[in-house]
């Protein structure tokens, strides 16, 4: 097992910078997710690493070898697009089996290898068929099986999911975590969807504007954001901007927190919304329902607010059956727990 090291890596497309300064360090074995919106850096990052992009300044090693300026073809890594990327007139076998032969290996060891990357990947039984022959989720599997077929230290994958549907995605996700810990290769992920790198990730790095906002396992980074962007971005949180009184930021009976230190004349309170309460007691913040959208076992309310004489909207995600007697236009009170909450300064 290898791992990676990224030293100050920055990149420029013209004005754009799209990173600036990056350094992160994946150990041996460990599968890291690069988490961001589009046009975070996150794709360009994993590109440097790739060598299909090279940096204007940093340095990128693999197993501590420098490999900054070696071109792709020389780099011990495999690589999973968004994309299959199949030869369509090869079969499954024939597919895992080409890195093998153009690196000219034995032929006894290519179908021993292939034979091996087919039960790893559940497509043992459709290895003689042809990528327009089989799903998009099995020729997926196939191209995770081409890209391990040559025992690379480092594998790469770029949004692997995205073209796939809601339950095969779900499916594969899981799939690609349980290869990638029975092979033991260390893995970067890149994704934009939050519940696919907390699914599948050792660690992940939040990523916005080209630079690292937050770096962590995924119960630290969506209990405890160190920044506004992570707080906004993983979780879904809800986002108050409120002024700040004798040092507390309040609204109404629903919160009481303190506010950051530093904190100027308003600060910025974030919450997720399973952590809004609807109380029954009289006690909380009036708020009133706007929209109610199903999403299975849990609906998610939009409630609207009064915010220091304004209007302001906050989501709750309630149990489903608990929700359904709450339609457009139901008064309800609520309070959320100060210790479920994140305060950031306006300047941040």
Known sequence: MSGISLQGVSKRFGQVRALDDVSLE????ELVSLLGPSGCGKTTLLRC?????????GVVQIAGRDLTHVPTRERPIGMVFQAYALFPNMTVRQNIAFPLEVRRQPGEQVRSRVDELLELVH??????????????????RAALGRALAPHPDVLLLDEPLSALDALVRTRLRDEIRRIQQAVKTTAIYVTHDQSEAMAIADRVVVMNHGRVEQIGDPPQLYETPTTPFSAAFVGSRNALRLPVREGRLRLGEAFDVAAPAGAGATAVVFFRPEDVELTTDGSGHPATVDVRIFLGSVTRLHLVVAVDGE?????????????????????VAIRVDPAHMSAFGSES
């Open 311 to 331: 209007t302001a909207r906050i989501h709750a995600d309630l149990p489903s059956r608990r929700a359904m007697a709450l339609g457009p236009g139901s008064a």
């Open 26 to 29: 994946v150990a041996p074995g």
């Open 49 to 57: 690493v790739a060598g299909l992009e090279r940096p204007d300044a």
């Open 123 to 140: 497509l043992a039984d459709q290895a003689d068929r042809y990528p327009n022959q089989i799903s998009g989720g099995q020729q997926q």
